[in-house]
Every structure is written in structure tokens, then in C-alpha cells.
């Protein structure tokens, strides 16, 4: 079987190429990126010449160069994670979150009505439901997102089940929690404490530290997604919930404990670093998923437990310190400085 995956050279798509190549004997992969900040092909440095796999540098959002590629090479499934994932950016600026996820995410959808494909998988996210004080959303919960960002990925949602019911493309959605494990970039909650930790530099929570948030282990993520690839019914949604709801303050604490643990240094001199800023505009009060419907219908769960994921993260960073500052180079380092000095912290 022959897959298109978009945005693999970014956390989630890197993840998924590697397990896929590791379990799925028969299926072969071509990975389209743009390469933005968030790209990065040396998250693949070790797959790069597997002869199952193939990069092609590429903007999903350009029509021309889509349709080409689908002519030429006869997809039997496309799994759409190309995307802006970042909040806080899509606050700063929302174009590249419009062209991208909204409308890049068309172009695709056109050259799969066009082309013929066995399977459109688009990576959706939690956020499109919003916020919810107490319960969990289930898959038929009303969208109501409240960034830029998450507008953008409902905008794409919607536009899936449009090209599902209007033209019988073969649509899937997956919809999965917060995501962390190897090769996040370091602007996101997890990564970035870590980094800061590691550096000894502060660790910046917004508002009181009391929103929530429910983690999930990005191979548990990739081991869902390979199930609704094979098994999931075309014009559904699946939620994906790591079922391991946390206060980002608890999330902080814990990180701040098995870094001190396994740099031989003191908790509570890492927890001094622990600093509440200014709230991100219209940030989420809490997330949380009813995955009933991937459990009864694929079996899956998740099988990774919030310590230990977090405990195998933090090696992972550890480990891969030089990664770490070369990903933040450059046009990263520009961001981050804006938003300490002219953003809401
Ligand atoms: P990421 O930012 O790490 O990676 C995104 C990748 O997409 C990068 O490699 C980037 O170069 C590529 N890309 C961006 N614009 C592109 C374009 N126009 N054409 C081609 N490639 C482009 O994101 P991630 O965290 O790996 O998220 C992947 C997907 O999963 C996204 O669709 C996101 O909305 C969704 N998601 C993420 C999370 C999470 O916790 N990270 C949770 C739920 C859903
Ligand atoms: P993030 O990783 O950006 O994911 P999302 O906003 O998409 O859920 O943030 C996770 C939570 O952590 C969110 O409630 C915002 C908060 N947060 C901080 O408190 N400090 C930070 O520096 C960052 C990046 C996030």
C-alpha cells in the first residue's frame, strides 16, 4: 500500500513514518513537507535511505504541484498532518494557519476527488470542540474553537465531511489530545519546560496554571492512527484521548522532579524557576476526549502511562541536547524573543 503522509518531517508525522516503517512491512511512504520551522529532516536522519520511504519537499497549498505529484504517483491513502500547529503563533498571526490547514487542506481534498485515492485520513485535533468545564466530548459534540488555530483545523474538518457527502471522497478524522514524547519542538508545553529546565532558564505558566490538559504518548497516537488507516469507516470521526488529564502546573512539577532526578540536581531549585506570566487570549480552560468509539471499534487504547511517557521524554531530550538548540535557531529564536517582549507574557 502506497501512502501519502504530509507533514512528516514535523513531531507527530516523524513519529508515524518511523513506526509505520517498523510495522507495517508492505506499506510504503512518501513524505511531502515544506519544511517551516517545524520541519525538520533530521528527525528522519535515521530513515532516510529506507527503501520504503521517500522525501519530496512541497507546500500542500499549491495546486499545481499536488496535482502533479498524485498523477505521478498513484496513492492508495493520504494521512493529512501537514498543518500550523502552534496556539500561540496563530494568535500572533493567522494567515499561514488559513493557507495551510484550511485551505492546503482543500487543495488535497481536490486531488483526491481527482485522482482517486482508497482513503483520505485527515489529523484533526481536540481543540475543534473547545472547552469544556466537567464531561468529556464525544465525536458528535458541536465544534466551538475558540484560537485561530483551532478555527482553522474545524474549517478543515468541515471541508472533509463536505468532500465526503458531496463527492464520496473517502474521509476519515482522527481527533486525538495533546501530544508529547521524541522530537516535539520545543515551543510546545512539555518540550520547551524541558529545554528550560536543562538551561536553567525561567518556566514561563500562563494565568494560575490551573488549565488542563489530557496527554497522550505520541506512539499511542501512531499505533490509532495505523488502526483507522486500515480498519476506520469512511465518514467518520475517531477521538484519540490519552486519558491522563493534568493541570499544566502538575505537568510542570512533575517534569521539574525527573529532570532534577535524572541530572542529579535539586527538585526544588528547578521548581524556583517556575514563573505564572501573563494568559494566552482565549486560552482553554480543559480538554477532554470520550475515546469509547476507537476502543469498541479497534480495540485501541492507550498503553503508555503519563510517568512513564514523560520519563522516556525526558531521556529522549537528554539525550538529543544538540538537537534541541539546532531546531531553536534562527527564525525560532526571533519568535520566542517577540513573544517575551511584545506578546501577552
Ligand atoms: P508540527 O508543527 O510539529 O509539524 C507540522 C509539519 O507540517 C512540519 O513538518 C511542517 O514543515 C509541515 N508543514 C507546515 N505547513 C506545510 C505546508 N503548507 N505544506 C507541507 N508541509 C507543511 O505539528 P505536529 O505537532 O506534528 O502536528 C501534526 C498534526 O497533528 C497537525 O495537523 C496538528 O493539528 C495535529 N495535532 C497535533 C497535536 C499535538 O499535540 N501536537 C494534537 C492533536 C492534533
Ligand atoms: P501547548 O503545548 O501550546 O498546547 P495547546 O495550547 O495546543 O494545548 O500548551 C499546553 C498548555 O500549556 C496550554 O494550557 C498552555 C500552557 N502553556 C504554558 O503554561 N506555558 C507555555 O510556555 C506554553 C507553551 C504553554
Redesign the pocket.
Known amino acids: 500500500m502506497k501512502l501519502l503522509v504530509?507533514?512528516?518531517?514535523?513531531?507527530?508525522?516523524?513519529n508515524f513514518i518511523r513506526y509505520v516503517l517498523r510495522e507495517n512491512p508492505d506499506w510504503g511512504i512518501v513524505n511531502?513537507?515544506?519544511?517551516?520551522?517545524?520541519?525538520?529532516l533530521e528527525n528522519l536522519k535515521d530513515v532516510e535511505t529506507h527503501p520504503r520511504y521517500r522525501f519530496v519537499r512541497?507546500?500542500?497549498?499549491?495546486r499545481e504541484f499536488i496535482n502533479e505529484l498524485f498523477q505521478q504517483e498513484h496513492f492508495d491513502v493520504v494521512v493529512?498532518?501537514?498543518?500550523?500547529?502552534?496556539v500561540d503563533r496563530s494568535i500572533l498571526d493567522a494567515s499561514?494557519f488559513l493557507?495551510?490547514?484550511v485551505k492546503?487542506t482543500q487543495v488535497l481534498l481536490e486531488a483526491a476527488k481527482t485522482y482517486g485515492i482508497q482513503k483520505f485520513v485527515q489529523?484533526?485535533?481536540?481543540?475543534v470542540y473547545g472547552s469544556i468545564k466537567e464531561g468529556q466530548f464525544t465525536e458528535t459534540s458541536p465544534l466551538r474553537p475558540s484560537s485561530p488555530?483551532s478555527a482553522s483545523?474545524a474549517a478543515a474538518d468541515l471541508l472533509c465531511m463536505a468532500y465526503y457527502k458531496t463527492f464520496g471522497v473517502p474521509v476519515v478524522i482522527t481527533?486525538?489530545?495533546?501530544?508529547?514524547g521524541p522530537?516535539?519542538?520545543p515551543e510546545?508545553l512539555i518540550p520547551l519546560m524541558i529545554r528550560n529546565a536543562l538551561q536553567g532558564q525561567l518556566l514561563p505558566v500562563y494565568g494560575t496554571g490551573e488549565n488542563v490538559r489530557d496527554w497522550?504518548y505520541v506512539e499511542d497516537?501512531c499505533k490509532a492512527i495505523t488502526l483507522v488507516v486500515e480498519q476506520g469507516r469512511i465518514g467518520e470521526v475517531y477521538n484519540i484521548g490519552g486519558g491522563e488529564e493534568r493541570k499544566n502546573i502538575e505537568i510542570v512539577m512533575l517534569l521539574c522532579e525527573l529532570v532534577a532526578e535524572k541530572m542529579g540536581k535539586s527538585s526544588e531549585d528547578l521548581k524556583k524557576l517556575i514563573t505564572f506570566v501573563k494568559d494566552r487570549p482565549g486560552h482553554d480552560f480543559r480538554y477532554a476526549l470520550d475515546s469509547t468509539k476507537i476502543q469498541n471499534e479497534l480495540g485501541w487504547s492507550p498503553s503508555v502511562s503519563l510517568e512513564e511517557g514523560l520519563s522516556r521524554t525526558v531521556d529522549w531530550y537528554l539525550q538529543n541536547r544538540e538537537w534541541i538548540e539546532r531546531v531553536v535557531s534562527g527564525e525560532y529564536r526571533e519568535y520566542y524573543s517577540r513573544v517575551y517582549e511584545q506578546g501577552w507574557r
Request: hydrophobic share 25%.
Open positions: 504530509t507533514g512528516g518531517a514535523g513531531f507527530i508525522g516523524s511531502l513537507d515544506k519544511l517551516t520551522y517545524a520541519g525538520n512541497g507546500d500542500i497549498a499549491d493529512n498532518f501537514a498543518a500550523e500547529s502552534h499561514p493557507e495551510t490547514n492546503g489529523i484533526s485535533t481536540d481543540e488555530y483545523k481527533r486525538s489530545s495533546n501530544n508529547y522530537y516535539q519542538f510546545k497522550l497516537n
